[in-house]
């Protein structure tokens, strides 16, 4: 069997790297930046592919689907910690953004190599999730061959869902796996086949773009402000008073007292402050806009 492995990018050896062990801290640091510094020329490449797939996922969340994140070791991690930061960012209900990682919840603190082989597994995990039609798959796996992805990704384009797949190399099987297929190719490591690396960090930039972009579409900023964000903590308190003065020109006592009674919602107390009304007739002026803040202020 001939091991395709060694003729993936992401695990060749660059010569540039081949004398760390010998070199002084701030030598392999300074290599280490300037390694890192080509993955958004990376990453800026593959831009257009980007941007296809967060139209079609946004388009599928706008009707009730949801976002789900598939991979296997550092590629689940980092979907699942993307998944993870939408609640907090986007007032989200944890449901709507996912990340699913081989062997399960454990394999969020400690390797599970041996899962990421497992493509039943990775259907059966589309399965017990119930995905549907409106729901978008995004697969992610430095390789792009990762068989859980491939099973993930099989199982939900049979179930009717938009499937997308983010990897390093040209050529991915999960790109033919996908409708749509991002390849941001980082070449070597300088640890080599360490896709923690610049692997890792070009799937967490792109990740960022699909889940911000895709909630920006959604209407759940307001420009660039975290509108839908709640004041549960005091620093989170904080932002959303400065962000309500910020928007509505009142002072701090008034855009206390909204907040208050908006039960934190800072984009309730918006609404309440600029036309004049409750929390609960705000919140129906919200509903009745499709929660899109600019609209609900201009209507």
Do not use: W
């Not at 430095?142 to 499937?163: D, I, K, M, Y």
């Not at 896709?195 to 990740?207: E, F, S």
């Not at 107390?269 to 600019?294: K, T």
């Amino acid at each position: 069997m001939i091991d395709p492995l060694p003729e993936l990018s992401t695990e060749q050896s660059d010569p540039r790297y081949s004398q760390i062990d010998r070199l002084p801290t701030e030598q392999i640091a300074r290599l280490m930046n300037q390694a890192d510094a080509e993955v958004p020329v990376a990453v800026a490449a593959a831009v257009p592919a980007i941007s296809a797939a967060i139209d079609a996922i946004a388009a599928r969340m706008a009707e009730g689907g949801r976002l789900l994140y598939v991979g296997a070791g550092t590629s689940g991690r980092l979907a699942v910690l993307d998944a993870s930061e939408c609640p907090p960012t986007f007032g989200t209900d944890p449901s709507l953004v996912q990340g699913v990682i081989a062997g399960g919840p454990e394999a969020l603190t400690r390797s599970i190599e041996g899962a990421e082989d497992d493509a039943e597994a990775g259907a059966a995990a589309m399965k017990d999730l119930e995905v549907g039609a409106l729901d978008s798959v995004v697969g992610v796996s430095a390789s792009g061959r990762a068989p859980f992805v491939l099973g993930a990704l099989a199982e939900a384009a049979g179930r009717g869902a938009l499937t997308a797949a983010l990897s390093c190399n040209t050529g991915a099987p999960l790109s033919a796996a996908a409708e749509h297929g991002i390849e941001v190719v980082v070449g070597p490591e300088v640890v080599a086949g360490s896709t923690r690396l610049k692997a890792g960090t070009a799937q967490k930039l792109v990740l960022n773009m699909i889940s911000t972009i895709s909630m920006v579409r959604l209407g759940r900023t307001y420009g660039n402000k975290m509108i839908e964000m709640s004041a549960m903590n005091s620093k989170l308190a904080s932002r959303a008073l400065r962000m309500v003065r910020e928007i509505t020109g009142a002072d701090a006592a008034t855009a206390g007292a909204a907040l208050e009674a908006a039960g934190g919602q800072a984009k309730t107390a918006v609404v309440m402050i600029q036309h004049g009304l409750d929390a609960d007739a705000a919140r129906a002026l919200l509903e009745s806009h499709g929660e899109r803040l600019s609209d609900a202020l201009s209507g």
